[in-house]
């Protein structure tokens, strides 16, 4: 069994020993040297060529993702050959723009902020205008971790945007979102596979700083029972609707008034979900490469009562995370070290910790001083 | 941080994902192509020769090992080149020579079966007489997985042994053992670093059938207090007296009047430590690239009450163990399924399940099960 991922990065760098452990040979296509699944990476190419990863994808069983970012005509390339490709292009394009899968999700009945489709700067300030005198403005494609999405009080704090969202040739438009009150943030992790079946993993709950995850706690605080079932069921619709194939993270608000509310799609293993490597019977990444095998999904319970994962986001200023083992080890012996063998740089996301256990203070701490203690 | 691996088989294979996520490079010297390690198997050539070796030794910080056959000149020749080698040739002769390791067992004063070293049929017939009969006579190099053990009643049964034994340019000498009438089979694995850091696993029970490990139950039934203290102060005296670096497996009996006698010695990750991989905070696969490095060894919890690993040993008699995924995963969703990568052989140790649980039957009813499913 062969399965080829498109991008390097540390997504892919962590379905190595998935693969590895099931037996499952994996091919990794990379955009350049060096890149933290260079262990597998035996391509170097550019994922927007159809030719380069049409060649790639000849040589695997299934094809599959580190990032969105694959151009629809190239996954269209793929599917037109006879490749698998999970999850497929008609999934993906939801993860791709967000005007796309605001509009899919309201059509499928789910819970969603009120948005609209803003098409000149007028049409944005009219929105905020109804919404309180401030919105979020997202561009719908190209962002992540907090790139392209920007709360804002009045249309002027965009003009750059307007000017440059058509310019792809599409029509041009950008998303406004009301701003939320939300008392914390949700992402429900589930698993599909083509022929249908589905999994979820616990809800957790996520701390986000300047757009960028730093924490997740599962599962999410006083969140058993209800709020629990409706995330569940909100994220299983999702994959169900939108035909995700593999791993699937839809990242919620919970509401002051006790709503749940979708707030972004990944149609790939995903940051909120990196605590199932060390808690979980079954890591998200073990369970993409069953889903989009289509092989049987594994179980999804956890080893304990809590897991706290902490991002390692820069790395220390001098020196490489390598260099604070033989202290921050020696400090945090159960604690879990992920390593994506990047070079450190300011917000970068060089690795992450997991501390699990079963008093959730203890593990928030051990994971946090972990984490201090390797790049502090 | 470098490590090279000499051996390319599934202990090799093991030890990457741990390299990967501790952020370690790890380079693996193969004999030959299409080994279980394949992935890191940057090298291939010839463990036997010095120059081959001290290549390969020259591009990473640590030289370990996936098996104990590096001979005594190769290893010295790499100690005296300034490399770090761990386990080092001091403590491999031990693992090495059974008969060196008996005799160093017996100056450390711990217990083990009686035993002589006998160089000449009629010294193994007066052994066996003094003995009730029986015997367990035993190659003193080059023997593994039962081979080179042999139970007799009389010298003849191992003449062409006693023919073939000095042929090396040794001593021709054999080991006798008492046939020690045992409960069961224990095991106590431990990690130890150059710098004296050591840490024990719990106590196991292993079942081997024909000389080769079958199961591993972990913890050890009816092990703790007085058991699971003696065997683990057996196996950290056993490492600080052998002076082992990285992962040591001391394989025990449980006699029927109550003793813990040493058996055998593996100096590296050991079968009877692959539970950890799915059932213990740190693995034996990561703790013996901690250990070897000299960074602080990690935590040996375990996750649940009970892991349960069963031996994939042959694999199915058509196709491979993919095969049988289909059925396999979805009767047995919570089950860790580790497949080597090597073709199906009778006999051959193709992968390993585990199941953990708090439930004993449980747990032993599922790895068993799945293991059926995988491969009978």
Same mark, same amino acid.
């Given at each position: 069994m062969r399965v080829g991922v498109i991008g390097a990065g540390q997504l892919a760098r962590m379905m190595i020993p998935a693969a590895i452990e099931l037996g499952v040979e994996l091919r990794v296509l990379a955009e350049?040297?060096?890149?933290? %699944?260079?262990?597998? %990476?035996d391509h170097v190419g550019d994922y927007t060529d159809p030719d380069t990863v049409l060649a790639f994808a000849r040589e695997v069983d299934v094809v599959t993702f580190?990032?969105?970012?694959?151009p629809q005509h190239v996954l269209r390339t793929l599917v037109d050959a006879g490749v698998a490709v999970h999850p497929g292009p008609d999934a993906l394009r939801f993860a791709q723009d967000k005007l796309l899968m605001r509009e899919r999700l309201a059509e499928l009945g789910l819970p969603v902020p009120e948005w609209a489709r803003v098409a000149t700067p007028d049409e944005l300030d009219a929105f905020i205008a109804e919404h309180g005198g401030a919105a979020v403005v997202k561009t719908? #494609?190209?962002?992540?971790?907090?790139?392209g999405v920007r709360v804002v009080r009045g249309a002027a704090e965009v003009a750059e945007w307007f000017a440059t969202v058509g310019e792809d040739g599409r029509d041009g438009a950008l998303l406004v979102e009301e701003l939320v009150d939300f008392r914390r943030e949700l992402a429900q992790l589930v698993a599909r596979r083509p022929s249908g079946e589905v999994v979820a993993w616990p809800l957790v709950e996520t701390v986000q700083v300047g757009g960028v995850c730093s924490e997740v706690i599962?599962?999410?605080? #006083?969140? %058993?029972g209800r709020l629990a079932d409706v995330a569940a069921d909100v994220a299983i619709a999702v994959a169900e609707g939108v035909g995700v194939t593999g791993v699937l993270a839809v990242e919620m608000f919970e509401t002051v008034d006790d709503r749940v509310l979708v707030n972004e799609l990944a149609m790939r293993p995903h940051n909120s979900g990196h605590w199932t490597m060390d808690g979980?019977?079954?890591s998200q990444f073990e369970q993409h490469l069953r889903a989009v095998l289509d092989l049987p999904l594994g179980g999804t319970g956890c080893h304990d009562e809590w897991a706290v994962m902490v991002n390692l986001l820069g790395?220390? %200023?001098?020196?490489?995370l390598t260099d604070r083992y033989a202290d921050a080890l020696a400090g945090h012996p159960t604690v879990k070290v992920h390593n994506y063998g990047k070079a450190p740089r300011p917000? #970068?996301?060089v690795g992450h910790v997991t501390a699990i256990g079963p008093d959730l203070d203890e593990a928030v701490y051990e994971a946090r001083a972990a984490a201090a203690a390797l790049q502090d």
């Open positions: 350049g040297e060096g890149m933290a %699944a260079s262990l597998a %990476a580190d990032h969105e970012h694959v719908p #494609r190209g962002g992540y971790d907090g790139k599962a599962p999410a605080p #006083r969140s %058993a979980a019977t079954t790395g220390p %200023a001098e020196g490489t917000g #970068r996301k």
